[in-house]
């Protein structure tokens, strides 16, 4: 095969072009010693350099500029690329300066580039650090599991089946309201909606059914709040409807003298520590997605997590079920340190009042030296009109000022 069949078409991050002229910098780093009153020197061999090529490339034809504006965004993309070098072949690079475009009218539909690449090489000494995220969903399975293996057992209609599913609709009901709260909460109207709807009215509908097999009426709830999930547009809904669901429980006490009154009150317990625990894994992995914007919306959310988690873990203590507890105050660590660790280094908020009525671009330059931040103002601060932003009251806004 000819050299010429072996020739590849060159490109950088897929932004094709063709090659005038190739040049290779390659060889071994070294460090000569020279000593005084010696006559020989040492060298001292560091291993081998950076391998860096330096192409003279052009793009040509009647749309030259659309590959040619191609090869220049590239070119100034963060981080290495693959480089098809028409010689040697694909290659990881860094483009690096200088590099060069020349256009001009002798030369009409045709741009030629200097380009300089380096190989872009390993990072032999990479960071090690925490999942969070994976530590926070893995604490939700755990409480998960402890509800099925702990809260479940607690709860049967076995003994007196028509008393105790009597006794046990008045929380079925009052799950059922709250649950329709969350509901409302997080969604608009649709046909989701409607099937989640159905759901949550089947927890009364279907109470001796349900109640006969307890395992299938806690996964029923469980289905539910991750349909709430699946409904909410906003993380920020979904969270504070969990959050009131993790105090769910304003239920008026079961007498418990006799053997019935006794299994009545396990099973309310049982049924309202299910539905708490439930929300709290709910809330855990809806704030395990969550983007935060500032250190002080990280840190709302972490103390509107926390102790609502901190208020399920003693209800599970009060109620002699420790493994639940213990896998609760899991979950609030695990939480805990996740939004630390992602919101920690963020920047705080402040309050900044412009002395008068003006652009949010002239704010956003005069604060930050940076006039495309007038929409995060408009945003965080709900002005009406960006080009009036009313002077005298106080807005939020991110960083030092």
Same mark, same amino acid.
């Given at each position: ?162 008393? $105790?599913?009597?006794? &046990?609709? *008045?929380?079925?009901? /009052?799950?059922?309201?709250? +649950?329709?709260? !969350? =509901?409302? %909460? ?122 609502? $988690?901190?208020?399920? &873990?003693? *209800?599970?203590?009060? /109620?002699?079920?420790?493994? +639940?507890?213990? !896998? =609760?105050? %899991? ?71």
């Amino acid at each position: 095969m000819a050299w010429r069949d072996k020739l590849q078409q060159g490109s950088f991050r897929g932004a094709r072009f063709e090659v005038k002229e190739s040049r290779a910098q390659f060889g071994r780093r070294n460090q000569t010693f020279e000593y005084p009153d010696r006559d020989r020197p040492y060298t001292e061999d560091l291993g081998r350099s950076a391998r860096r090529w330096a192409l003279e490339v052009f793009v040509v034809g009647p749309d030259y500029m659309a590959a040619r504006d191609a090869l220049i965004d590239a070119i100034e993309a963060k981080g290495s690329g693959a480089l098809v070098h028409p010689y040697l072949g694909a290659v990881r690079a860094n483009a690096i300066v200088p590099c060069e475009v020349i256009e001009s009218a002798e030369e009409g539909g045709m741009a030629r580039f200097s380009l300089q690449f380096v190989e872009a090489g390993d990072d032999l000494n990479p960071s090690a650090g925490i999942d969070t995220v994976a530590d926070s969903l893995a604490a939700a399975s755990g409480v998960d599991d402890a509800i099925t293996a702990v809260v479940v057992p607690t709860i049967t209609i076995a003994p007196n089946p028509q008393s $105790l599913l009597d006794k &046990a609709l *008045a929380t079925l009901k /009052a799950a059922r309201t709250a +649950l329709n709260g !969350a =509901l409302q %909460a997080v969604a608009a109207v649709g046909h989701t909606l409607w099937a989640v709807q159905g759901q949550i009215d089947g927890l009364v509908g279907a109470a001796e059914e349900l109640l006969s097999a307890p395992g299938d009426l806690i996964g029923q709830v469980q289905s539910i709040l991750s349909s709430l999930d699946a409904l909410a547009t906003y993380p920020e809904d979904l969270i504070a409807a969990l959050a009131a669901l993790m105090g769910f429980g304003d239920i008026p006490s079961t007498p418990a003298n006799t053997p019935t009154e006794i299994q009545a009150a396990a099973n309310q317990t049982g049924l309202v520590l299910a539905i708490r625990a439930a929300a709290a894994s709910g809330a855990a992995r809806a704030v395990s997605s969550m983007e935060f914007t500032s250190y002080d919306d990280a840190a709302t959310w972490r103390a509107t997590v926390g102790d609502a $988690l901190d208020a399920v &873990a003693d *209800a599970a203590g009060d /109620a002699g079920l420790p493994d +639940l507890r213990q !896998a =609760l105050v %899991a979950l609030r660590l695990a939480v805990i340190q996740d939004v630390t660790a992602r919101g920690g280094s963020l920047a705080h908020l402040y309050a900044y009042t412009p002395a008068q009525t003006e652009p949010a671009l002239v704010i956003a330059q005069r604060l930050y030296g940076d006039p495309t931040r007038a929409g995060e103002i408009v945003a965080r601060n709900a002005v009406i009109h960006p080009l009036f932003v009313p002077g005298g009251q106080a807005l939020e806004v991110l960083g030092d000022v």
